[in-house]
DNA sequence: ACCGGATTTTTTGTCGACAATTAATGGTTT
DNA sequence: AAACCATTAATTGTCGACAAAAAATCCGGT
């Protein structure tokens, strides 16, 4: 199969644009841990709502301009985002999105309901009354947000709740491991979800607080392992064989 | 060239000595990303051996000098470090090797537990004869080690055996995360563990593969989780309340 | 016209310099 | 003598500069 498109001079994966990063203003004085966090949240939500997709190049010096900063902060953020796993830093080559294979996003669910797994019968041995009534609370905005469609907010909430559930098992280590799985996730589904798609997810959040609350540790399990695989089947990936500059190309193109 | 002047005054937290980092001569040429290791495993080991102990500071000039290179790769080293726990990083403030406080500990093995049994479901699904065979290859090396009584040998076999178990598993994600985690411990026992206290640790290990190899995951489970709890009861903290200094400059005092 | 090698361009890797921040020191007052 | 404030010293935070690697481009041979 040939691949070579001759007269096809800009051919490449497709480079950062201003409008594809929120720019936020930097505020006359901000504390110096504030920048780096800047400029991750803006990258990570530009990931997260599609301006930046997969493959993506991120040439430190365009974000360094963008953002008005040095290298060595713009270096700091990548690496963390490397870390994540939201881009792929590749030795003297610019850093791209990361773009999660269909077996990666199958681990990635598979580690997920493991972790979840495990979290949960830590959640029913130090969970008080007050923090069920939070979840609940939780689960009250997320209804309301899914019933008015703002997918976008409702994505947050949702996983809102699962990373809630991170919180309660009162274990920071599992707590921090989760909340990376679950970013990915979203990321994941942000990435395969044509928006409008929402998946209406009746209430197996609410199903796996009723046991909890009742005590019940494995019916928990069954029923968030039941929900994850949901949310797993209901993406559909689409994706190209070995090379997807020119699908690259055509959603450039389209420019908002 | 005079290497340290002996005129200063150590108060406070100790720093850094040369003795206490195995200086690896760097090779005629190295690879970038081999430079980087090297600091990293010259780090690691020195807190795994002990010759680093919690709360000594480790300021980017004297690392730069020590392995001769510049603070931009200290300082990505030390990230990397900070990130696997391994130093904690205070802004404005030098580096200081991590000291795990006692609940720190506790939940760290919780982790660890949790983690674990996770993970054996899924070496269960995928493991195969070959598989077996090489873990029970693995745990005849243990015991061998175990009975020459060659310490620090045995313990890193004894990581191993976990972090094959990791691998087995399948799952990059939960690989790390275990790594991790096993890391962190085995650092925590070397800490807390004096030196000729081993812990013998029967056949666990063992138990867990035959276990395993019926397929009976709720027992592997259940030997494993008595096995890391065990591994847990054997150290001791030995913890100051608010301020160690003193004892830092104890430590100090005794030198060899 | 096409392929392969030399050249230019783009981009990262690494370093030392300067500014900012914190800890340590010393001097003055009560 | 103890506490408080000003000054000094040590250490990190951030930046641009230069070198090295890879990619993109150009050019001559078949």
């Known amino acids: 199969m040939s691949q070579s498109t001759p007269g096809t001079k800009n051919r490449g994966r497709p480079k950062v644009r201003p409008q594809a990063l929120a720019g936020q203003a930097p505020a006359a004085r901000e504390k110096p841990a504030e920048k780096e966090n800047r400029i991750h949240r803006a990258i990570v ?28 902060l713009v270096q700091k953020v990548l690496q963390r985002l490397a870390h994540d796993h939201i881009v792929e830093l590749r030795p003297n080559r610019s850093a791209i ?17 493991a972790l979840e797994a495990a979290v949960l019968p830590l959640v029913a041995e ?9 979840l609940r609370r939780q689960l009250r905005k ?15 909430l949702a ?20 909340s990376e799985l679950i970013s990915r996730c979203s990321l994941v589904v942000a990435l395969f979800q044509p928006p409008g798609n929402a998946t209406c997810e009746h209430d197996e ?6 046991c909890l609350e009742k005590g019940d540790v494995r019916g928990a399990r069954r029923e968030m392992d039941r929900h994850l695989r949901d949310l797993e089947a209901h993406i559909q990936l689409v994706e190209e064989d070995t090379d997807l500059s020119l699908a690259d190309m055509l959603g450039l193109a389209a420019d908002p």
């Open 45 to 72: 939500d530009g990931v997260m709502e599609q301006r930046l997709k997969p493959g993506t190049k991120l040439p430190e010096a365009a974000l360094c301009e963008l953002f008005g900063v040095g290298r060595s």
């Open 97 to 113: 999105v990361a773009m999660p294979s269909r077996e990666e996003v199958g681990k990635l669910f598979e580690a997920r309901r």
């Open 126 to 134: 130090h969970a008080t009354r007050a923090d069920y009534a939070s």
């Open 142 to 156: 997320e209804h309301a947000a899914m019933h008015r469609y703002a997918q976008t907010e409702w994505a947050g």
């Open 159 to 178: 996983s809102a709740f699962h990373i809630r559930l991170g919180e309660l098992s009162r274990n920071p280590m599992l707590r921090r491991y989760l």
């Open 205 to 210: 959040h609410e199903r796996v607080v009723d």
